[in-house]
């Protein structure tokens, strides 16, 4: 559900990279460290224009040549209902929607037509290490979500808890035989796709944010990976409309954001020559929330580079 309107400004780069350093424990995944450290950060001059902008070419060599366009987009800097909410609204997420784990919550309850506040942070600011988020999250990360008197972070399981409380279906709820299969391609997504794809998003999007040479052997360590997981996924969806099954679920949904962004890179084309799994990925990125989450996310509108 639209529950609010957004008033945009200029990413600073600390917000646009979002582990220290990047690997695979990428976005909210890094614990808190000082801005300072230079092998694992960038300094914090603010990019002041939003819009899309090609990614600069790897110089390391050959291998490399090519790396995606990136578009630093604008992130919610203040966050005001749209319409007539009830008083108290008590949902809110903290967090910079650009990061895909925080994309995932921010799916999840606009799947469920649920009114929410994204409350904006920044990174530069170091907002993830203040006390008041530390008593949110002691780990320093995002997203965190509060719901009345509750407070999660992880963001697998603020969807779970999203989708619990308020479409149940989407967790295969009346049926053990559904539900256990939710369960498995979650744990899926999390433990044999997101690792794999994320190690390519991780050189061939944010790499050059850096200001480094992507890492042209993780790349395609990340990409043989990927083909692998792939030809499972392939299986499954040539048999199953969605992978739980024939019915949508949370381990569909799952797999947007860190996907929205592989898509994004000149392997998009690992997906496509698998034809049940392009099928599927395109039925879930034209899904009205996730064109809607895929508006906060930097690569949106980005084109792919070509050599």
Same mark, same amino acid.
């Given at each position: ?22 690997? @695979?424990?990428?976005?909210? %995944? ?62 809110? =997420? ?9 994309? %995932? ?17 920044? %990174? ?15 780990? $320093?990360? =995002? ?68 200001? @480094?040479? %992507? ?7 990340? =990409? ?45 084309? =690992? ?28 690569? $949106? ?7």
């Amino acid at each position: 559900m639209y529950a609010y309107a957004v008033t945009p400004r200029a990413l600073t780069k600390y917000e646009s990279i979002y582990s220290t350093p990047l690997s @695979r424990t990428f976005f909210d %995944r890094s614990s808190p460290r000082s801005p300072n450290s230079s092998s694992s950060s960038i300094n914090g001059n603010s990019n002041r224009q939003a819009g899309c902008k090609a990614g600069s070419k790897s110089s390391s060599s050959p291998s490399a040549s090519r790396c995606v366009g990136y578009c630093r987009a604008s992130t919610p800097s203040s966050v005001r209902p749209s319409r007539e909410q009830a008083p108290g609204m008590a949902v809110k =997420v903290y967090g910079w929607a650009v990061s895909p784990y925080v994309s %995932r919550a921010l799916l999840a309850l606009e799947e469920a037509g649920v009114d929410y506040e994204l409350v904006p942070m920044s %990174r530069g600011a170091g907002d993830h290490r203040t006390p008041d988020h530390l008593a949110r999250n002691p780990f $320093g990360q =995002v997203p965190v979500l509060e719901d009345g008197d509750l407070t999660l972070f992880e963001s697998r399981a603020i969807a779970r808890h999203v989708f619990r409380k308020h479409r149940s279906e989407l967790l295969g709820s009346g049926s053990l035989e559904r539900a256990a299969a939710v369960d498995v391609w979650q744990e899926a997504e999390a433990q044999q796709l997101h690792p794999a794809a994320g190690a390519v998003v991780v050189e061939c999007v944010f790499a050059p944010l850096l200001g @480094r040479a %992507r890492d042209q052997a993780a790349v395609d360590a990340g =990409v043989e990976k990927l083909r692998k997981v792939l030809e499972v996924y392939e299986a499954r969806l040539a048999t199953h409309r969605y992978l739980a099954g024939d019915f949508l679920s949370a381990a569909d949904l799952s797999h947007f954001p860190i996907l929205h962004y592989f898509m994004a890179t000149e392997y998009a084309g =690992v997906v496509e020559e698998h034809p049940h799994v392009k099928a599927w990925w395109e039925g879930l990125a034209t899904r009205p929330a996730a064109r809607k989450v895929a508006g906060f996310m930097p690569l $949106g509108g980005a084109k792919k580079q070509q050599e």
